[in-house]
């Protein structure tokens, strides 16, 4: 029997990778043997989550309702992530405020591509423009990039799958440059891990919800900042 998962199964997977992948720079070194496989597995949590936007975007009855949540929860998780990643209650830098904000940044480059008559030029200027701020954000760029693309291609596997794996070549060509300068071209191995979720979305997605207890829905915005605040507490503030 082929195995089959919908979308809250699959964002399950994703939140669990999401959380072997925090520890795992807590725990290990990158570049050690169990680093690299606890963030090769964590590398299943931005692409999906991106998908997860794109599909929200077209399945929502109320896409401004989504945007204000999805834009609440990103600045309620910047404080968590500092905690986590700096010890303190607020940085700004590059990756310094989680991957919600970004992925709300890509939210936002699908609406300005959708819903609005702006001339197309300009729509470019704008999405470069949030990909520039998605640099302080987790999974930059690529989680802007990433919703949009699947989003313009949505009627079409082929160029939709296509440019979701080019995105993905460039991200593991220019972190594994960015790591030769520190003299360890497999520093960055684990990024290939981002490989898997177009494997899981082709092969495995039954295209269903699932269930649609409010619980699906609210837990991935809490559990992100709540399980940051209890890594930050863990490992960074004592």
């Known amino acids: 029997m082929k195995l089959s998962l919908n979308r809250n199964q699959i964002k399950y997977l994703a939140i669990i990778a999401m959380l072997i ?15 690299e496989i606890m963030h090769f597995i964590g590398r299943l949590t931005g692409p999906t989550m991106a998908i997860m936007v794109a599909e929200g975007y077209q399945y929502t009855r109320n896409v401004k309702k989504y945007a204000i949540r999805l834009g609440l929860f990103a600045l309620v998780s910047i404080v968590p992530f ?9 940085a700004i830098g590059m990756g310094t405020w989680g991957v919600i904000y970004t992925l709300f940044l890509g939210l936002m480059a699908i609406c300005i591509w959708d819903r609005t008559k702006l001339p197309k030029w300009l729509k470019i200027v704008i999405i470069v423009v949030f990909c520039i701020l998605s640099l302080l954000g987790d999974w930059p760029i690529f989680d802007v990039l990433w919703p949009l693309f699947l989003f313009i291609y949505r009627d079409n ?33 684990f990024q290939l891990g981002a490989f898997m979720v177009p494997i899981i979305f082709i092969y495995f997605y039954n295209g269903e919800s699932g269930s649609k207890h409010p619980f699906h829905k609210w837990f991935f915005y809490i559990f992100y900042p709540l399980h940051l605040l209890i890594l930050a507490y863990i490992f960074t503030l004592r």
């Open 21 to 35: 992948d925090h520890l795992a720079w807590k725990m290990f070194d990158t570049a050690s043997l169990p680093g």
């Open 82 to 90: 500092c905690l986590y990643e700096y010890g303190m209650l607020f």
């Open 157 to 189: 596997a082929k160029k939709k799958w296509l440019s979701f794996n080019i995105i993905i070549c460039v991200e593991v060509a220019l972190t594994t440059l960015m790591s030769m300068g520190g003299g360890n071209i497999f520093r960055n191995f």
